[in-house]
């Protein structure tokens, strides 16, 4: 009998752990086992892949973080506006905003703000720059140089940005990466038993083609993220059959454990097999799935990202 290509999913990325457990339950569907164990294991590992779902989204994209990259971006563009504005001024022949401009550019070169640092690094420079901007004698230059309103602007949208920072919070990041990795966890233990009462089932049924036919389709998919692992570590799957690895330091038995659903991976930019589904996705589509390598999708938030979310 055939049995499932075992192999370590603690070094799948995000979004290849996603998109591996999303083919797995069209592809079970599909089989339309109806013994009442199957059943039952099945319907966990659903309700759990919903929670890695949610979690998956959350790390990807978040409406906070996406308000405050485009708070950012406002505040750089208002920045950059003002200290050109300020520059204008020099050398122009105008001694009274010659004078003006000079003692202003004195303020910008001595705090140096950098618009592309990270997001909290930046607003502490531009915290001291507005606060020796905002001495009399310096609003008085900026308003010689007829800058008062952008000035004005600049600061509401560095306050915006502090505010939307402190809203979303350094802690809220970091409990969604600990909330994405916990529930690869249990999804991995769910996928583990449901498996494992599969294999035992193709070894026990009356009529084992159902089952060894779904594992022969299903370790068809699995071998396209073995070789995906396989390639980082160097590795060849050439020789692979009845579910064992061709490399040993990712052959590691999945039946039942609960050791091989850490999250986060390597980092690199290998491509993720992506199914296509249909007709939704977050763990409740039925149909036919086509695992093919593709891209693994960019995560959301765009810009001084900080905020500790995966890569996917």
């Known amino acids: 009998m055939n049995s499932l290509i075992k192999f370590s999913r603690k070094n799948l990325k995000n979004a290849q752990h996603f998109s591996l457990l999303e083919a797995f339950i069209a592809v079970y569907r599909e089989a339309g086992f109806t013994v009442a164990k199957l059943v ?33 971006v406002l505040r750089d563009k208002l920045y950059t506006k ?34 592309s640092a990270q997001i909290d690094e930046e607003s502490g420079q531009l915290d001291n720059l507005i ?26 949208a560095h ?45 026990v049924a009356d009529d084992p083609a159902p089952y060894e036919a779904f594992i ?33 330091n990712e052959n590691h038995n999945q039946g039942g454990g609960t050791n091989e659903n850490q999250g986060g991976g390597t980092g690199d930019n290998t491509p993720s097999p992506t199914p296509t589904p249909t007709p939704d996705s977050g763990g409740d589509n039925t149909g036919t799935v086509t695992p093919t390598p593709d891209p693994d999708p960019t995560p959301g938030g765009g810009g001084q990202t900080d905020d500790g979310t995966d890569e996917s």
């Open 82 to 115: 003002l200290y050109a504005l300020v520059r204008v001024w020099l050398g122009s022949g105008n001694s009274i905003m010659e004078a003006a401009a000079t003692e202003l550019v004195k303020v910008f070169k001595l705090y140096a703000v950098n618009i």
């Open 159 to 203: 306050e915006e940005v502090k505010t939307i920072r402190l809203e979303q919070g350094q802690e809220e990041s970091e409990r969604v990466a600990g909330a994405l990795l916990a529930a690869r966890k249990a999804c991995d233990e769910a996928y583990d038993d449901l498996t494992a009462a599969i294999e035992a089932y193709a070894i």
């Open 40 to 72: 039952a294991l099945f319907a966990l590992l659903v309700n759990r892949f919903a929670i890695e779902n949610n979690y998956y989204m959350r790390a990807r994209a978040s409406e906070v973080i996406a308000r405050r990259n485009a708070a950012d």
């Open 131 to 156: 606060a020796d901007l905002s001495t009399q004698a310096n609003l008085a230059n900026i308003e010689t140089l007829g800058a008062t309103w952008l000035f004005e602007q600049m600061k509401a």
């Open 216 to 248: 022969k389709k299903w370790n068809g998919t699995l071998k396209i993220y073995q070789d995906i692992l396989n390639r980082k570590s160097g590795a060849s799957t050439a020789g692979t059959a009845n579910g064992n690895s061709g490399n040993g």
